[in-house]
């Protein structure tokens, strides 16, 4: 579901990126997972390879780019929402906002996901669930128990 303020990503030389940065790869937004530079050649510029999973599809994506050259770094988010349901075709609905009741709908992809979110709540657990935000998508990142919640009686 999309959100509606959205931050400009920033742009920094490919020799600037590290692992665990969210940046564009292949018009993709993606995770560094890995990143291999070589020595300048012949032609005097030295190069970096980034390799990075999609956070939306989960895929390995790789490019390379000249480390003068620019990547674009992701502005992201990230917050935890209450869980009110799960769908059957694998939608989370989470609380927005306690005081007005709205909720959202974003989807889990993993089906070991969705069987632990499952059993969380047929065992009572009240549950959050970890959101990623970017480019105006949310993405579910994982769940927990929200051991700090106050059950009214």
Do not use: W
């Not at 799960?86 to 089906?111: C, N």
């Not at 998508?137 to 128990?145: H, L, P, R, V």
Request: glycine share 4%.
């Amino acid at each position: 579901m999309a959100t509606t303020n959205i931050t400009p990503n920033l742009l920094i030389h490919a020799s600037d990126v590290h692992v665990g940065m969210y940046v564009i790869l292949k018009q993709k937004p993606c995770k560094v997972i890995e990143l291999t530079r070589s020595k300048a050649g012949k032609h005097g510029t030295s190069k970096i390879y980034i390799l990075g999973i999609d956070i939306i599809t989960r895929s390995n994506v790789e490019e390379i780019f000249n480390t003068e050259h620019n990547v674009e770094v992701l502005s992201i988010q990230f917050y935890d929402l209450t869980l009110v349901e799960i769908t059957m075709d694998g939608y989370v609905v989470l609380l927005v906002d306690d005081l007005s009741d709205s909720t959202k709908e974003v989807m889990v992809f993993d089906d070991n996901e969705r069987v632990k979110i499952r059993k969380m709540i047929d065992e009572g657990k009240q549950v959050k669930v970890h959101i990623l935000s970017t480019m105006g998508i949310d993405i579910y990142e994982s769940c927990f128990e929200d051991l700090f919640s106050s059950v009214a009686d």
